[in-house]
């Protein structure tokens, strides 16, 4: 049976433009989510429909239903530029997968697929719709479909007339007198006063249209609905005729025009490499004259240079060929292939060189199979290149091989460029920074991927089993495009202004975190085992005393038992509850505090959910995560992980602890000092409104701080107007949210939810602290207006967050606006403090090595650093860590560390 896919190409686009983050974006700033979801689906339905004939129908502008109705979408939005300009885009991809594009003047998209749709049906082709709404689902009948996308835009759904009756209970051609009688809040078509869903349904269901309510409209009860049926006769039919989608509209195209013949492979491939689509370039359909890209190996760039040469070195007389050649050589990519993404665990199984573009070297040493030279010599001849400063090194990711060099022997000395790293900071909000993605969007290569060489899920073999003659062009052509990515980046770190964040923060502090993942820290394991057994017990007590008030024993972690339980049982009001797709009340932790103060047994679940969570995640996980050869946790830092530049870390997440809680402090105590040795922990004091008083330049705040107040109650004496001796806990408290939810956008609302305030007495509390200082409004003011003029913010380090959201014109919603504004007021205060972290800790590591010192960095959270010094050394240790990070940066409000010492990181004592 022979097939047409019709799309409805605006529809799909906004659809995808308001499901998709505002953030996904090219490496050179360019929108892409529309671009992206709409030929996301565009190319699974080509995958799944294989279609015969294929079309893509696009609004003109004003229809035949303006004309008849002024007040016709008036309440749409203008679309904002940035979805305008990838919609120029999107004609662009259609153009290039070689599909028809149809717009007629005077009528809508909908109206074009009806046509279509009817034409088809009449020629007994199936048809299905794509569309990124529900209005095309009158259309629906014994051979048209339509397809849309779920709650999530990944999700499709599949509507037929079955589907339409389960969701409408009306059949697919009454949904336009549905439409009539209820209205269209979408585009402006004001329903019958007095009838809703229910009461639409009702009568169609009996009568089967409008023009059958009609005319049995002395039938119809009570007699309030027959009056308002008779008031608003006129308006009902008019609705209909606006809502009708029309199947008869003038095309002169054929159905032959449509046929599908493919695509023109080098068009599609500049575009999607243009727009950084490579995930979607390997889902392009294989029929027609497209071709499948050669994948890398046999190398193909965007200026067709020749495939890149790559040699597997597996003989001594070669490897030293090799190596004499590198030590002429100014740079040096390297790069190596191992058994896990864990380099505290993996074991090595090559190295992989490249020192020109288009050439690559591979040197197995660790596949079971093959010739491959012994470790120890490739070790003892390579140490001499790799440990050599006057060759610049290149690496993807280096301090995952670095780490891995290290453990087995090599020292890497000289690092020069991570390709990973810039790319982050080119652009920290990109999809991806894995170097195939990387290699696509600057280099238009596209490369064969870890899952296409070793398989993925129960299929998934490791590196070492594979063939060398497999691995070898896959390992080489890593270091070859590290080495060719490493030009095009430094010269976009130039453009940006991002040169000296680059190679004076970031780069410098790779080795700082490759020798904190490497240390590790001591965990005291018999410590968490006896407080698993108190966890235990405590939740068991906890759900004991939930069963007494809820009247019978259930699962408390089921969502549903829960939901029934609080809003079946208690009878607790589910009003402003959003319901799962199961059907019950959601239970969520966001839910149960809005519940909180309705019921005892709330605060109960609150307790019991947080101690489980704090269970699972630390006090159960943590001692699996001891290294058993080092005896040691070591947690894996990310330095590309946030839009801030702030350091995330993973197993375990030390960012996530708990400091507010008891319980969460006492998972702290699990982190210990080795025999003879101390944690100390340094911790900036008030960083991020330092860094406030500093940008902003407001000279009652700097002042405070250089007087050495605490700041919160000065804060409360000049907005209350008491003497700060005068200052109360509660006056301390309010001042310290304020404070601190200024630097974070807090609004009025924001305030008032936080403090118990009424809106009227948060509003008057943040105007006085705005009157008291002034120029942290101003800040705040002008911050807005950067982002809104150039798309972006930056830090005092000139490290950028963009927030496309808030470009010129941008559709983005009221709230998201909101949201992005309160972002882009705390970015450069946040990002900015992570700057200067960073700063400290590449010159703690350095100074910390040159004096020859043990102590020795293990841990970073936030704005603290914990280090584990020998005792002999706490004296000279300790001043030196607050000297160095309280220089680190000269802020207008100079900047403080507290230090804090103790065997473990829970229980310690000011210094």
């Given amino acids: 049976m022979k097939k047409l896919v019709i799309v409805d190409g605006h529809a799909l686009a906004y659809r995808a433009y308001h499901a998709l983050p505002l953030e996904m974006s090219t490496s050179k700033g360019e929108p892409t989510n529309a671009v992206y979801g709409f030929t996301s689906m565009l190319l699974g339905v080509i995958k799944e429909e294989k279609p015969d004939y294929i079309a893509v129908a696009f609004d003109t502008g004003r229809s035949f239903r303006h004309e008849a109705f002024t007040e016709y979408k008036a309440t749409r939005a203008r679309m904002g530029e940035d979805l305008a300009v990838q919609l120029q885009r999107i004609f662009q991809v259609v153009e290039a997968l070689g599909i028809k594009s149809i717009a007629i003047e005077g009528y809508e998209a909908d109206d074009i697929l009806g046509t279509l749709a009817r034409k088809a049906s009449e020629e007994g082709i199936d048809t299905l719709i794509v569309t990124g709404d529900t209005d095309a689902f009158q259309l629906i009948g014994p051979k048209v479909r339509v ?58 269901r009996k009568y089967g249209s409008i023009e059958g309510i009609y005319q049995h409209i002395d039938e119809i009860t009570p007699p309030r609905l027959k009056e308002l049926l008779l008031e608003n006769r006129d308006r009902a039919f008019f609705n209909k005729s606006l809502v009708t989608i029309r199947t008869d509209i003038p095309l002169s195209i054929t159905l032959e025009d449509l046929r599908y013949h493919g695509y023109e492979e080098e068009k599609v491939k500049e575009l999607f490499r243009e727009l950084e689509f490579r995930s979607l370039y390997k889902r392009l359909p294989e029929e027609g004259e497209a071709r499948q890209l050669p994948l890398i190996g046999q190398v193909e760039i965007r200026q067709r240079s020749e495939p890149g040469k790559y040699s597997v070195i597996q003989d001594e007389s070669s490897l030293n060929l090799l190596l004499e050649k590198i030590s002429q050589a100014k740079a040096l990519a390297f790069d190596v292939e191992t058994t896990d993404i864990d380099p505290m665990k993996a074991r090595l199984v090559g190295v992989s060189l490249a020192f020109g573009e288009g050439e690559g070297y591979y040197i197995p040493v660790g596949h079971l199979e093959g010739q491959q030279l012994p470790w120890e010599l490739v070790r003892e001849k390579l140490s001499r290149i790799l440990g050599d400063e006057t060759i610049a090194k290149y690496a993807h990711h280096a301090k995952y091989d670095m780490i891995m060099l290290r453990r087995n022997g090599v020292e890497v000395k000289g690092l020069a460029f991570d390709t990973m790293v810039a790319g982050w900071l080119v652009n920290p909000a990109g999809r991806s920074l894995n170097l195939k993605d990387l290699a696509w969007s600057y280099l238009g290569v596209e490369m064969t991927t870890i899952e296409e060489l070793i398989g993925k899920g129960k299929n998934q073999t490791t590196m070492d089993l594979l063939p060398i003659s497999k691995v070898a062009p896959y390992a080489a052509a890593d270091a070859d495009i590290t080495y060719r990515l490493v030009g095009l980046l430094d010269k976009r770190l130039q453009e940006l202004g991002l040169v000296k964040l680059f190679y004076e923060v970031e780069l410098p502090l790779i080795p700082v975190l490759m020798d904190m993942e490497m240390a590790g820290v001591k965990l005291d394991i018999p410590f968490l085992r006896e407080m698993s057994k108190e966890l235990s017990q405590k939740l068991q007590d906890l759900e004991e005393e939930i069963y007494k008030l809820v009247g019978y024993r259930f699962n408390v972690n089921s969502p549903e038992q829960l939901s029934d339980a609080l809003f079946g049982k208690l009878g607790i009001s589910a009003q402003g509850i959003p319901k799962t797709k199961s059907g019950h009340y959601s239970t969520s932790a966001d839910v149960l505090e809005k519940l909180r103060g309705r019921h005892p047994v709330i605060d109960l ?101 250089h007087r050495g107040e605490d700041i919160h109650a000065r804060t409360a004496s000049v907005i209350l107007g008491v003497p700060i001796d005068q200052v109360t806990p509660e006056m301390r408290r309010l001042a310290k949210t304020v404070n601190f939810g200024i630097s974070y956008g807090m609004s009025a609302y924001g305030l008032a939810e936080e403090t118990g305030l009424t809106p009227e007495e948060a509003h008057k509390f943040i105007q006085s602290y705005f009157a008291r200082y002034p120029k942290v409004k101003v800040y705040i003011e002008r911050t807005k207006e950067k982002a809104r003029r150039e798309g972006y913010v930056e830090t005092i380090l000139g490290r950028r967050r963009y927030f496309p959201e808030l470009a010129p014109d941008s559709k983005a919603h009221h709230t998201v606006k909101s949201a992005a504004e309160r972002m882009a007021i705390n970015a450069p205060i946040q990002g900015s403090a992570a700057d200067i972290i960073k700063i400290a800790m590449v010159r703690l590591h350095r100074t910390l090595k040159e004096r020859g010192l043990r102590s020795r960095i293990v841990l970073q959270v936030h704005d603290e650093l914990v280090l584990e010094v020998p005792e002999d050394e706490l004296p000279t240790v300790a001043p030196l860590v607050k000297e160095i990070m309280e220089g680190a940066y000269e802020l207008k409000a100079p900047l403080k560390v507290e230090l804090e010492v103790g065997k473990n990181w829970g229980e310690m004592q000011p210094l």
Avoid: C, W
Avoid at 672 to 683: F, K, N, P, R, T
């Fill in 147 to 204: 397809i849309t996308s779920g709650r999530r835009f990944s999700e499709t759904i599949v509507y037929d007339r079955e589907k339409i009756l389960e969701r409408y209970g009306l059949e697919p051609h009454q949904l336009a007198d549905y439409k009539a009688l209820v209205g269209d809040k979408t585009d402006n078509v004001p329903g019958i006063p007095g009838i809703g869903e229910a009461t639409a349904t009702r009568l169609l």
């Fill in 605 to 705: 679940l609150l307790e019991h959910r947080h101690l489980a969570k704090i269970k699972s995640t630390y006090v159960h996980a943590l001692p699996g995560m001891v290294n058993k050869a080092t005896g040691r946790v070591h947690t894996s830092y990310n330095q590309t992980g946030t839009v801030t530049g702030r350091l995330s870390s993973s197993d375990p997440n030390l960012q996530n602890i708990p400091t507010r809680t008891d319980i969460g402090k006492a998972v702290r105590k699990a982190f210990i000092a080795e025999e003879g040795m101390v944690l100390l922990s340094a911790d900036y004091s008030q960083v991020e409104l330092r860094i406030l008083a500093h940008i902003s330049g407001d000279e009652e705040l700097i002042a405070a701080f």
